[in-house]
T-cell receptor
Framework: ETGVTQTPRHLVMGMTNKKSLKCEQH?????MYWYKQSAKKPLELMFV???????ENNSVPSRFSPECPNSSHLFLHLHTLQPEDSALYLC??????????????FGPGTRLLVL | QKEVEQNSGPLSVPEGAIASLNCTYS??????FFWYRQYSGKSPELIMS????GDKEDGRFTAQLNKASQYVSLLIRDSQPSDSATYLC?????????????FGAGTRLFVKA
């Protein structure tokens, strides 16, 4: 059973809605990540946080707004999304910041559908 | 653009056979390599990591790394229907902004009973 949890597991929202995705890790890790996974495409890294500080923003549109209040919790705030933003959003954590042999552990994901 | 390439499949093998999954990467300074398994509708789960050239075995799984040829492979011996999943190759390398993990799009494996 993964030590990374995500809620909600499924989300349907309109383009004018505002919603938030939540991720919590129980592994004592210091780094957390948001990824987007679209059908038949590689995982796309969105954001990286290390000790609550954002260390990576991979040119993500501003309609996605991350928040990391502490090393165990990570949020992704969504507003005015587009249908092409429909995807599986995965949270991951690792012991420390991205490094050569750092392994990431994934949560179950939130399946998002934007209508 | 650093890339990790995988054949999308599906790769179909009979139960009990060896499944061979391949991955090539473009960045020569890549340092560590991972194989994840992802069942349909589930999140990626780490199977193997490998950091140096050669083979690394763990149960029915063997990862093979050849840095000179820039490829990494995963062999699954005695394949079982429960091995049917998408296998993601991931590569860690040092870029201008620090280390990054680049994922391939995955190879779908189907093990026929």
């Amino acid at each position: 059973e993964t030590g990374v949890t995500q809620t909600p597991r499924h989300l349907v929202m309109g383009m004018t809605n505002k919603k938030s995705l939540k991720c919590e890790q129980h592994l004592g890790h210091n780094a957390m990540y948001w990824y987007k996974q679209s059908a038949k495409k590689p995982l796309e890294l969105m954001f990286v946080y290390n000790f609550k500080e954002q260390t990576e923003n991979n040119s993500v549109p501003s309609r996605f707004s991350p928040e990391c209040p502490n090393s165990s919790h990570l949020f992704l705030h969504l507003h005015t999304l587009q249908p092409e933003d429909s995807a599986l959003y995965l949270c991951a954590s690792s012991q420390d910041r991205p490094a050569a042999q750092e392994t990431q552990y994934f949560g179950p994901g939130t399946r998002l559908l934007v209508l | 653009q650093k890339e990790v390439e995988q054949n999308s499949g599906p790769l179909s093998v009979p139960e009990g056979a060896i499944a061979s999954l391949n991955c090539t990467y473009s960045d020569r300074v890549s340092q560590s390599f991972f194989w994840y398994r992802q069942y349909s509708g589930k999140s990626p789960e780490l199977i193997m990591s490998i950091y140096s050239n050669g083979d690394k075995e763990d149960g029915r799984f063997t990862a093979q790394l050849n840095k000179a040829s820039q490829y990494v492979s995963l062999l699954i011996r005695d394949s079982q229907p429960s091995d049917s999943a998408t296998y993601l190759c991931a590569v860690n390398g040092l870029g201008t902004g620090g280390f990054k993990t680049i994922f391939g799009a995955g190879t779908r494996l189907f093990v026929k009973a």
